[in-house]
């Protein structure tokens, strides 16, 4: 074989090239290179035709098949219900049991009648789903709803009626109440928008803190900013709650609950009552479950609705903080007989709601109508629900309002084993999420300790909430059950919950009185909401502490604040997943009114002066959540303790006597395991005095070169309630003040050791 070396000049370069020639010349060389030549020209034919096949392909699934109105159409995807972005065109696919024809009525942006109507043709229909690809649509100016024919029979709970504008009811964004307070669709003509997907979530996922570590912050995502003490610049929207971001990171809450954030119509019963607006403020009055409540974004969003919110969950986890939605799958906006017709009543009345024998609505939600969760139906849209708000915007739990209704059946029976709330506690995508039960509705059901848990839910414990809430007042004789739910409610959440980790403690929530007030009102004072004070729960279990109301008496507002201090210690010290009520850590009132739904304004709005006010007890509420993050050993089960106390235990004043009774006005409660971060145990004592003379208190005895030292001191004299360097003590006795909690914790060698 001969080798050249052939040079050649190549854009002013010098380029060598090595050939190579065998015995047979050149022409053999030459003509392997042109079979490879060949060959490769060959395989990139196919692959370019394999590529314009697919592209054929492609093209043939969404050819045009017909067309209506002027409108090229072709059957759509029947999995994929509401409506979806195609590359030519949106795909609309919508469900009725009973209807006999539906028609796809499509807007100009902001137009109250349809510039055309395409009917779905019978052959786009597949049992009983309707779908439709529909090309050439532009989604920028584009809005539409379903107009549903079928009988007219109320007796049956058939309804309907193809002369109404039906909502979607899987519709991703609504138009008509951009603007909050006001509705443009009275008639109940809501119009849907088409959404694009396109939030850019990076490698986002669910944080997945344990319930064991957690601490939920309820909120108004409105009233927590609207206040102009706020200081931000877009009060009363989600960008609001982002320029918050840091105030809660700095508190130290693990999670946020909002209330209601789907599209609600806050203007149901908008009336005057003195002269003021009232609405339907707090959201429980949803009218699409799908999506985001528009009055709620700071700007107008259009096609790409959801993005404010979805960055104010991405800020919020960057923070290492959860997002838990409050949602109300137990009614609808549409209410009763009177109600408008939105969306469910037109589509399939005798499904989506329980309907009495002669088609009257049952009213287990105290709102009008009933959602029939458990019918098949309705129960898969509440599951592909959760789904899309766990998909597409990375929510972390949901919180069940009224989630007994959810376990109760066609006629409005209760179910032993309901359908739908063991699907949600075993659905895969929700698997991670937190499943928050309100484990009661209006109809009387009272399911706290026996709601259907599966070893999945957790549940909303009312009965911490009373308990607590009256031992703390002073009525002593509550000892015995107080003792219960600070150790985790174990009476309660055995067999099919998962202890202490099934309960949600609380003292306050949206609904009832602000700390603040339980310790400022005996009684509700529910005036300004036009009812003659006769709405709104009366066993409160408050006290005013000598006056009813704001106090110019200094001792008065002293023992409140030392009051509301035993609260947040208490909570912070007990077993199960304490929730936060927004406002609470600095005082907040909402000035006796405990039902203060309809109360859009400053009896409802966050007062953040109040911070600086009472910045002494927003400290002290602060450093009590760090305290809780700090001790492992009151929130679970660590290893055996070193020293061998136990995990948990209970007594009175002497550690000797165990036996609470309701005689009992001291009660203290032990935490104790090994902790191997710290290497040594975590020892935390819990004692209240709910009484009003100080009573003398034992420590108990520890072992291993531990000794006592004080961390937090509600009744201190010298205004030092917390010590972040806990103070050592030189005995094992103490005097526990009136009315007051102490906490203590075990300290070993020399210098500072929590």
């Known amino acids: ?104 009525l499509l807007y100009h942006r902001g137009e109250k009648k349809p510039y055309v109507a395409i009917p779905f043709p019978e052959s786009y229909r597949i049992g009983k789903v309707f779908s439709m690809i529909v090309f050439g649509l532009n989604i920028e ?50 119009h849907a928008r088409v959404v694009r997907s396109n939030f850019e979530w990076n490698a986002m996922q669910q944080l997945r803190i344990p319930m064991s570590d957690s601490i ?89 609705e959801g993005v404010e919110l979805k960055t104010l969950i991405k800020g919020l986890k960057e923070s290492g903080i959860e997002v838990i939605l409050d949602v109300v799958f137990n009614h609808t906006a549409e209410g009763n007989e009177n ?82 709330i063991q699907r949600l506690a075993y659905d895969p995508i929700l698997r991670d999420a937190k499943l928050i039960a309100e484990a009661w509705d209006a109809g009387g059901m009272y399911q706290v300790g026996s709601f259907p848990a599966w070893k999945r839910w957790a549940e909303w414990n009312g009965k911490y909430r009373d308990d607590i809430r009256a031992y703390l007042k002073g009525e002593y004789w509550a000892a015995p059950d107080a003792v219960k739910r600070i150790t985790g409610s174990m009476d309660l959440y055995g067999g099919e919950y998962v202890g202490y980790n099934s309960s949600i403690n609380f003292l306050t929530c949206h609904d009832g009185f602000t700390l603040y007030d339980l310790y400022a009102y005996n009684n509700k004072h529910n005036e300004a909401n036009g009812w003659n004070n006769t709405d709104g729960n009366n066993d409160n279990r408050s006290w005013n502490c000598g006056a009813e109301g704001e106090s110019s008496d200094p001792a008065i507002s002293a023992l409140r604040f030392r009051m509301m201090r035993n609260a947040i210690t208490v909570l912070m010290c007990s077993r199960g997943t304490p929730m936060l009520l927004a406002g609470d850590e600095f005082g907040n009132t909402q000035f006796g009114n405990n039902n203060a739904y309809c109360q859009d304004n400053q009896i409802s709005w966050l007062d953040w002066t109040l911070m600086e006010k009472n910045h002494e007890y927003y400290d002290f509420y602060r450093n009590m959540i760090q305290f809780r993050r700090r001790h492992p050993a009151i929130r679970k089960e660590l290893l055996e303790a070193k020293c061998g106390l136990p995990f ?44 009003w003379e100080d009573v003398p208190i034992k420590l108990p005895v520890l072992t291993g070169g531990g000794y006592w030292s004080m961390a937090v001191n ?33 300290s070993y060698g020399n210098g500072y050791n929590q």
């Open 216 to 304: 939920i912050y309820e909120m108004h995502v409105r009233g927590f900013t609207k206040d102009l003490s706020s200081g931000v610049r877009f009060p009363g929207t989600f960008e609001g709650v982002i320029e918050k971001i840091s105030y809660l990171k700095h508190l130290g809450v693990t999670a946020v609950e909002l209330m209601p954030i789907f599209e609600f119509d806050e203007t149901r019963d908008k009336r005057e009552v003195n002269g003021r607006t009232l609405l339907d403020y707090w959201g429980y009055n949803t009218v699409s479950f799908f999506a985001p409540n528009t009055s709620y974004a700071s700007t107008g969003e259009y096609n790409h």
């Open 141 to 190: 100016n584009l809005e539409y709803c379903y107009s549903v024919d079928g009988p007219w029979d109320p007796d049956r709970g058939l309804l309907f009626d193809k002369s109404h504008a039906l909502l979607d009811p899987y519709a991703k964004a609504v138009s008509g109440q951009r603007i909050w307070g006001q509705n443009a669709n009275q008639n109940g003509a809501y």
């Open 339 to 420: 109600g408008p017709f939105i969306s469910f009543k037109g589509f399939d009345n005798n499904i989506y709601y329980m309907l009495t024998p002669d088609g009257k609505y049952y009213n287990f939600s105290g709102c009008g109508n009933t959602l029939n969760c458990n019918h098949p139906i309705v129960q898969e849209m509440i599951v592909r629900c959760l789904r899309y708000w766990v998909e597409e915007y990375r929510v972390d739990g949901f919180r069940f309002d009224l989630a007994s209704i959810l376990g109760r059946n066609e006629d409005g029976a209760p179910m032993m084993r309901p359908p739908l």
């Open 1 to 104: 074989m001969t080798v050249f070396l052939i040079a050649s000049h190549c854009c002013g370069k010098l380029i060598y090239i090595l050939f190579c020639k065998n015995i047979n010349g050149w022409d053999d060389y030459f003509g392997m290179q042109e079979f490879r030549k060949h060959r490769i020209e060959k395989r990139s034919l196919m692959e370019h035709r394999g590529v314009e096949l697919r592209k054929s392909d492609r093209n043939r699934q969404t050819l045009a098949l017909d067309e209506i109105n002027g409108f090229r159409i072709r059957p759509g995807y029947y999995e994929i219900y509401g409506a979806t972005v195609m590359p030519d065109g949106v795909n609309f696919t919508v469900y009725s049991n009973g209807a006999t024809a539906i028609t796809l």
């Open 648 to 691: 948990v235990s209970a007594n009175v004043e002497d550690p000797a006597n165990q036996d609470i009774t309701k005689d009992s006005k001291v009660i203290c409660i032990l935490y104790a395991g090994y902790c191997k971060e710290k290497g040594h145990d975590d020892i935390v004592y819990l004692a209240i005095n709910v009484y």
């Open 714 to 746: 509600t009744g201190a004299e010298d205004g030092k309630y917390f010590y972040n360097r806990p103070q050592p003590l030189t005995q094992e006795k103490w005097l526990l003040r009136s009315r007051s909690v102490s906490v203590f914790i075990a």
